[in-house]
């Protein structure tokens, strides 16, 4: 059985929402200039091509959403520090500009964050993914379990069994 690997040309929505929101997250704090972050967020969005390259499924979305998920705890997320050492900014000094606590999920046809362990997991990007093909087979074997265990829902069953401390509702009329 041969695998496809998405094309950059697929994940170029998902990662443009995840590199502008980076982009949007540091414009806040007013340290860098409109000049560096542009620069940033299209270096960020080369790293995180160059890094999914091999590991986008549009076929099978949440098939290697732990390797895309991007990830600041108390550290610099890898990728973010590449994007940054290219511009020419110390990855520590970025690290002080973002988020302590932030998740990053990027997967074909849906990019999401969570800022905090106990924040709410907040959509940036949604788009419906493709009928599935006729000449696909479907693997009726797999629980809807195993389907839906990624990496947000690996971070959701971490024991949190009440809702986030902090969230939002919207109503419209």
Not at 114 to 123: A, L, M, N, P
Request: charged share 20%; hydrophobic share 35%.
């Amino acid at each position: 059985m041969t695998h496809s690997y998405g094309t950059k040309a697929e994940m170029v929505l998902e990662v443009t929402a995840a590199a502008n929101f980076v982009s949007r997250l540091l414009r806040t704090r007013g340290y860098l200039t409109e000049h560096q972050l542009q620069v940033f967020r299209d270096c960020l969005q080369q790293a995180l091509s160059e890094h999914y390259h091999q590991h986008w499924f549009p076929d099978r979305p949440q098939k290697g959403s732990g390797y895309r998920c991007i990830r600041i705890n108390h550290e610099m997320d890898p990728i973010i520090a590449k994007a940054a050492h290219r511009i020419g900014v110390p990855s520590e000094e970025l690290f002080s500009l973002l988020p302590r606590e932030l998740t990053l999920w990027v997967d074909p046809y849906e990019v999401s964050y969570r800022i905090g362990e106990d924040g709410s997991i907040c959509v940036l990007y949604e788009a419906e993914a493709p009928a599935p093909s006729t000449s696909t087979p479907v693997n009726h074997s797999a629980s809807p379990f195993d389907q839906t265990l990624n990496c947000k829902n690996r971070f959701l069953m971490g024991g949190r069994t009440s809702p986030p401390k902090n969230y939002l509702m919207t109503v419209s009329s």
